[in-house]
């Protein structure tokens, strides 16, 4: 009789299953990864999406939605019918959200969902968490509105325990409205009408959706800032109903050995480390830390994470050039424009190893860094290269674009700032503010970019002052390629395709010198483009080519980083859309230069200056 209960149950998984997949498919027309065909509706990227603070009583919500698209009026009513399924989190533009549409800003895109919701919840809490949903989302629970996010790049939570029903099944409801560059808000390289180095929109929700159990007191989120000099680490906690003689217990792990532990009644507490065994891309060593809420001598609440001890700082070598240094050495920081796009997923990696993929490829390929360029990736990017080893520049995503700017290479301009509207500037602030909250705990991110090339760019010194008083343990690139101000960590020039670097006599003894793009080489690869037309910096016909091209401007890096340069970035990771000036095409598919060749030629830079 079990055995036949058995059969049956693996039956009707089986029949779901199937016909979850048929209601599916990939929207064709364009190029995919792939990874693509790996992609199963009924188990969509299904990994813990947020590693580091874990527990184990979640529920993940990709999968099959039904959606809608309707215009924009006063009636905020959840629709009564709706136009098919779409798959999460995909956006719906993509061709793996299996719709394949365009929003924009005259109309409302409309998601909605029956999920199962455990039936006993007494003393306990639901969260349900989006990853990221761009732009303007309400979300609603049983038709309840129980709250709006405006941002399209940072992860956000509500408590919807008291909207639920009585028993399990419950209805999720979300209403998204997104202007893409018709509005103010950030939008990075999204615009009405893709072209040149503007993309696709993404609208809606793009990032994994997830439902969490916790009790009644429960952890909602950690800082974590290491002290190398030090050898500490302080550790707050913010800590839902916290109560009179709480305790918060602290403990950090290297395996199964528990280095250091301490007790305290407060949600702060530095943590001495000793001996500390320092992170860095040659040795990515992470330490386990766990978090525990302790009430009357039981645990209440309790979560994983991890640590890295290292320290990213700036200081002046022997000609009195200002070098950025990480664990007080330094290192010459190489590495790619990574731009995070997908032809199938657009702004979401259609899988889990597809989203590690590139990172691996960017080790593999000799790189020690990587420019995530104007996005923010899902959290377990950023895990993993934590756990990879390669140190990231996080840019701010722009909007509100506008180019007032006269910087030549190598000469300070005239500055001039956009003037930004009351709305536009409390958009950048708020996002900004919740994009570093949700990634300062990542070891691997060591340089906050709050504007790139001008765009958008505004009140320069008051927002690098404020970003680095916020977060005094990391540098601050005022603005990558931008115009420049006396202010921030480093002086950040963009030049294509050859290498150039500020000069060191105008900024070098203030700030460290970096090249934040070059390069741009481009070799369009028959059957892996975007479209027909396509551009680079400048163009090539094959690989060798290609290569020995690149060979010339590596060599001429070697002269830069004798004369000061701390740092370059060569565009880009992969082909996005129309460029073709990646290390491989589009869909992963191609490396268009030798891997090893690629290595030996990179690793060379890192032993100019020991």
């Known amino acids: 009789m079990k055995n036949l209960i058995l059969l049956l149950a693996v039956f009707f998984v089986t029949v779901i299953t199937s016909a979850q997949q048929t209601s599916w498919k990939i929207v064709p027309g364009h190029i995919t990864t792939q990874w693509a065909a790996e992609l199963n509706s009924a188990n969509t990227l299904p990994d813990y999406p947020r590693p580091l603070m874990q527990r184990d009583d979640w529920q993940n919500l990709n999968g099959l939605w039904q959606y809608a698209i309707i215009p924009v009026s006063e009636n905020d009513a959840i629709p009564t019918s709706f136009q098919g399924n779409i798959l999460i989190p995909f956006a719906v533009e993509s061709a793996l959200s299996g719709v394949g549409k365009t929003v924009g800003k005259d109309s409302l895109l409309w998601y909605q969902r029956d999920i199962a919701v455990i039936a006993k919840r007494k003393n306990r809490r639901i969260l349900l968490h989006f990853g990221a949903v761009d732009w303007r989302s309400d979300i609603y629970i049983n038709g309840k509105k129980i709250g709006r996010h405006e941002g399209g790049y940072d ?135 766990k978090l525990t809420v302790i009430r009357k001598g039981k645990p209440v609440d309790e979560v994983k994470s991890y640590f890295a001890m290292r320290k990213i700082s700036i200081a002046p070598d022997a000609n009195g050039i200002q070098k950025m240094m990480l664990n007080n050495k330094f290192l010459f920081e190489f590495g790619p424009l990574d731009q995070g796009w997908w032809p199938d997923g657009l702004y979401t990696a259609p899988t889990d190893a597809a989203l590690k993929f590139d990172i691996e490829k960017t080790k593999d390929m000799g790189f020690n860094m990587i420019r995530k360029h104007i996005k923010v990736e899902p959290a377990r990017w950023y895990y993993y290269c934590d756990s990879i080893g390669m140190l990231v520049w996080q840019d701010m995503p722009s909007g509100d674009l506008g180019n007032h700017w006269e910087n030549r290479p190598g000469v300070l301009g005239r500055a001039t700032d956009r003037d930004r509207t009351p709305e536009s500037e409390g958009y950048y602030r708020k996002e900004w503010n919740a994009i570093m909250d949700a990634l300062h705990n990542y070891p691997c991110i060591i340089v906050w970019t709050p504007f790139n090339e001008a765009w958008g760019q505004f009140k320069t010194a008051e927002i690098t002052n404020w970003t680095k008083q916020k977060d005094p343990s990391r540098l601050v690139n005022s603005a990558s390629g931008g115009n420049f101000y006396p202010v921030g960590d480093i002086e950040d020039l963009h030049n294509y395709p050859d290498p150039a670097m500020p000069r060191p006599d105008i900024f070098g003894d203030k700030k460290a010198l970096v090249l934040g793009e070059f390069g741009g080489l481009g070799l369009p690869v028959d059957g892996h483009t975007w479209q027909e037309k396509n551009w680079g910096y400048q163009s090539f016909k094959s690989n060798d080519s290609l290569f020995k091209r690149y060979q010339s401007l590596t060599t001429k890096l070697e002269e830069l980083i004798k004369a000061g340069l701390s740092a370059a970035v060569y565009t880009q990771t992969t082909d996005v859309e129309g460029e073709v000036n990646g290390f491989m095409t589009y869909d992963r598919k191609v490396m268009k230069m030798p891997i090893e060749k690629l290595k030996a030629d990179n690793e060379k830079l890192y032993h100019i200056v020991e």
């Open 155 to 289: 992860p956000f939570t509500f408590d919807i325990t008291d909207a639920l029903k009585k028993g399990s099944k419950q209805t999720v409801s979300v209403r998204v409205w997104d202007p893409t560059d018709d509005g103010p808000q950030p939008h990075g390289k999204q615009v009405v009408h893709p072209e040149g180095i503007w993309y696709t929109p993404v609208t809606g929700i793009w990032q994994t959706v997830w439902l969490e159990t916790v009790p009644d007191t429960y952890f909602v989120s950690t800082k974590q800032t290491p002290d190398l000099d030090n050898k500490n680490i302080s550790v707050s906690a913010s800590v839902k109903n916290w109560k009179q003689g709480d305790e918060l217990s602290i403990s950090a792990w290297k395996g199964n050995e528990k280095v250091a532990e301490k007790n305290g009644s407060d949600t702060s507490i530095t943590l001495s480390i000793p001996d500390p065994e320092t992170w860095s891309p040659s040795h990515p060593f992470l330490y386990d830390l």
